[in-house]
């Protein structure tokens, strides 16, 4: 039963514009365990992390975390696709993140390219998953992991969703391996959502001052980079952290977020940096995770998901 096939079939409704996305850990750490199916209803975009490296070059695999599975009483993978289709019963979208900060999957040539290609194809239709995520913390090659990607979705078809959450180094630049990739991409790209958290001071997009994290300034000066050099507005999520314990630094309460996405769609609740023009059609927002989300009373979803609804 587990190793059976499920075949994805295209939920009624195109992919909703405004998006909240949030992590479910396939893991056991001080954040609440969570079945699938009893993530939030306010989550649009569900990206399962992750899957991991295997000894192929480029290939991934993914299973149930034993730890998880064993804090939760048992989970199997067979009740972890049946959660999989719930979701989707219920308008929800899955995706299958790939990386993080320990996952260190590597394409770099041809042959690594296509392994990651065929085996995300196998993950995706033995799961039933929507798309894939990448999140790949220790470097890119953007020629070799855009090869994989246009292969993975003419295999998958045109309905594949396609997300990444670079770190804020990765999208400092165009020129930067991440970057290139979104740029190369973005015919077929659904959505950037960068983690503005975790980082240093950063450059925004007017290039005069280093803005810390943790501020409204911070979100949409380094958006605007993105939004700047070639990325559609719904191409581009606001990618923060979800409360105390999910992240090092960067954390900010859920109605910052909330006015970066005003500032950017509309121009108000700015800080002191203004970007040049205003982005309405901005995708929406990003949280890790949903574990710590719900570990602290679902503050972010509750508050960023129903603003989403007011942009223009």
Known sequence: LDRRVVEVVPVAGEQALRQLTGYWHNFDNPAVELRLRDVPA??????????????????????????????????????????????????????????????????????????????????????GFDGVDIDLENGLNPTYMGQALRALRAKAGPSLIIAMAPQTIDMQSPAAGYFKLALDIRDILTVVNTQFYNSGAMLGCDQNAAYPQGSVNFIVALACIQLEAGLRPDQVGLGLPAGPGAAGGGIVA?????????????????????????????????????????????????????HLSTLP
């Open 42 to 127: 306010e989550y649009d975009l569900v990206a399962v992390a992750f899957a991991e490296a295997t000894a192929t070059p480029g290939a991934v695999t993914f299973a149930v975390d034993p730890g998880l599975s064993a804090a939760l009483g048992g989970y199997s993978d067979a009740e972890f696709t049946a959660d999989v289709q719930a979701l989707r019963s219920r308008g929800r979208k899955v995706i299958l993140s790939v990386g993080g900060e320990t996952g260190r999957v590597a394409v770099n040539d041809a042959a690594s390219a296509t392994a990651f290609a065929d085996s995300t194809y196998a993950l995706l239709r033995r799961y």
């Open 254 to 306: 859920p109605s910052v977020v909330n006015a970066a996405l005003d500032c950017l769609a509309r121009g108000t609740n700015c800080g002191s940096f203004r970007p040049p023009r205003t982005y309405p059609g901005i995708r929406g927002a990003m949280t890790w995770s949903i574990n710590w989300d719900v570990s602290n009373g679902n503050g972010f979803a509750r508050t960023v998901k129903p």
